[in-house]
C-alpha cells in the first residue's frame, strides 16, 4: 500500500550551523539590518574564495541574481538567449521577464548538462547570451562552451545554484561566465532560508551590478563620498540580501568543509551500492566527468521508463522512506512553449530523460541508518 507524501519524512531538512543562532541574534543588535553589513562581507569573503569571482554581491536569491545579469546584459525584446531545456523555471524566466526569445539546447544523456554543439547550432545574429545549468553540481563542459562564447561574441551566465564548490579542470564553477548566480535556499547544500549570489566575473561589470542591485540608485558611490547625493540612473531593483539572513548565511558557511564532507560520504555510500544492481537493471546513476569535482548536491537515478520511476517511489514510499522526482524539460512547460522554442538539434534527450529521473534524499542531518534502508529498498526493485 502506497503512503500518502504527508505521511513520510521530509525530502530534505535545512542544515543547522552551531554558531546561526548567536550570529542571528548579533545581527539584530547590531543596528544595521538592511545589508551591506559586517556578516555581509563576512559571507561574500567565503563565497569570494570557495568561487575565485571578483566580485560577490548577495542577493535574496538565486532568481534575483539571474534577474540581475539579465538587467546588466541589456536583455531586451527580439534577443535570443540560448537556455538549457532540462533546467529550472528561473533560469529562463529571469531572460523572458526582459523581453527574450528563448531558445532551448538538449542535454547529454550521461550528465543531463547542455551540449555544446547544441548551442552552436543554435545561435544566430539576434543571440545575445547563453545560460548554462551545472545539474546536480556536475559542470558543464565549459572549454568548449566558452570557445563558442568567445567566437561568437556572446555572454555566458552559469546557473551555479547546485554548483557551489564544484570545479572544471581545477577552476571553481561560477568562475567562467561574465556572471554567475549561486543559491542558498533552505534545500541547497548550505543557505540561509532564501538567499543567493550574483557572481560578477569581469571587475568592469561591479559598478553598474552594485546600481542594479540597490534599486537602480548609485547609493553605493554616496557612501563611498564619491557624490553629495545619491539618484536613481539605471534600471534596478532591491537584491540586497539583507543582514539577518547574511548572519545565518555566515554562520552556514564557516561549516561548509565540513557539510561538503557529510554530503561527499553520502553520495560517496549510493555510488559504491547502487551501481551493480543498476546495471543489472538498465539504471543510469550520475555520470561524474575525470576531469570535474562536484558538489555531492544531489543523488539521482534515471529508470528504464516513466511506469518504473513511478514503482520505484511508491516501493520506497510503502517502506516510509522518501524520494522525489525533479523539475521538467522547459519547452514542455506551458511558460516554457510561450516564451521560446527548442533550438535545431531539438531536445529529445532533455524531454525523455527527466520523467524517468528520481532524486534519493540525502542532507547533511541524515542517519546512516536512514540511507541504509534506502538503499537495500533500492536494491530490492525489480524495474
Ligand atoms: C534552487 C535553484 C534555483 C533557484 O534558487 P532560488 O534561490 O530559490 O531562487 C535556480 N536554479 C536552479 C537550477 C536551482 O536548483
Known sequence: MTKAMTDLPPFTEPHV????????????????????????????????????AAEVLLTPSCTHALEMSAI???????????????????????FALRGAHLVYVDSHPDTLNVRADHIAAAITER??????????????????????????????VEDSAQAFGSTYRGRPTGSFGRFA??????????????????????????DRAKIIQDRG??????????????????????????????ALLAAQLETFDEVQAIRGHWWNTYDATLPGWAREHGVATPHIPAHTT???????LVLPTEDSKSALLDHLAAQGLTATVHYLALHDTPAGRRFGQPGPGGC?????????LIRLPMHAGMAADYQRRVIDAVIDFRP
Open 17 to 52: 550551523a552551531p554558531r546561526q543562532w548567536d550570529y542571528l541574534r548579533d545581527a539584530l543588535e547590531n543596528g544595521k539590518l538592511d545589508g551591506n553589513g559586517p556578516y555581509t562581507e563576512q559571507a561574500a569573503a567565503v563565497v569570494r574564495r570557495v568561487t575565485a
Open 72 to 94: 546588466a546584459l541589456d536583455i531586451e525584446p527580439g534577443d535570443e538567449v540560448i537556455v538549457p531545456a532540462f533546467s529550472y523555471a528561473p533560469t529562463a524566466c529571469a
Open 127 to 156: 543571440t545575445k547570451a547563453i545560460v548554462v545549468l551545472h545539474y546536480a553540481g556536475v559542470p558543464c563542459e565549459m572549454d568548449p562552451i566558452m570557445a563558442i562564447a568567445r567566437e561568437h561574441g556572446l555572454a555566458v
Open 181 to 206: 548566480a549561486l543559491s542558498f535556499h533552505a534545500t541547497k547544500n548550505v543557505h540561509c532560508a532564501k538567499g543567493g549570489a550574483l557572481l560578477v566575473n569581469d571587475q568592469a561589470d561591479t
Open 217 to 246: 540608485t548609485d547609493r553605493h558611490h554616496y557612501f563611498q563620498g564619491l557624490v553629495k547625493e545619491y539618484q536613481w540612473v539605471e534600471l534596478g531593483s532591491s537584491s540586497m540580501l539583507n543582514e539577518l539572513l547574511a
Open 294 to 300: 562536484h558538489s555531492a548536491h544531489l543523488y539521482h
Open 348 to 356: 529529445a534527450v532533455a524531454e525523455t530523460l527527466p520523467r524517468r
